[in-house]
């Protein structure tokens, strides 16, 4: 194993959810993997139709990240991720972020990286209505 880690498995994770993002043209402009080499790039990138984007990182481990960043169409941010380090949180150590970093909220957001994909491009296709 190299420094990427299995850098197969990995990239092939990261092109099945930049498919599965892919297929919500009606939110998703474009997509770009990012980051670290072409054969293991770092985190999957999703533009939206708002100019906004959302951050995909994973490891082999199951840590995870999902960061919307949308500071300059409304100022907020969402993340999903499971960094231990809210342990106040019911859901530890997943948690979200709604709307600012300190808005820490329960996180009960799918283990499977596709479902999880699947129910945050869900949560903003029904932000970007509003």
């Known amino acids: 194993m190299d420094q990427c880690g299995d850098l197969l498995t990995l990239l092939e994770l990261y092109l099945k ?3 599965k993002a892919e297929s919500y043209p009606e939110i998703v ?3 770009k993997l990012i980051g670290g080499k072409t054969s293991c790039p770092n985190k999957l990138r999703i533009y939206f139709v708002n100019r906004s984007f ?3 990182w994973l490891t082999l481990d199951s ?3 999902y960061h919307w960043e949308s500071t300059l169409q409304n100022g907020k941010i969402h993340r999903w991720d499971n960094a231990p380090d809210h342990p106040q949180v019911d859901t530890f150590p ?3 972020h ?3 970093n300190e ?3 329960e996180s009960y957001l799918s283990d499977n990286p596709e479902h999880a994909l699947a129910e945050i491009l869900e949560f903003i296709k029904d932000k970007l209505k509003d």
Do not use: A
């Open 29 to 31: 402009e474009y997509t």
């Open 63 to 65: 840590d995870y990240s």
């Open 98 to 100: 709604e709307g600012t």
């Open 17 to 19: 959810l930049k498919s």
């Open 103 to 105: 808005n820490v909220k």
């Open 54 to 56: 959302l951050d995909v």
């Open 94 to 96: 997943k948690h979200f």
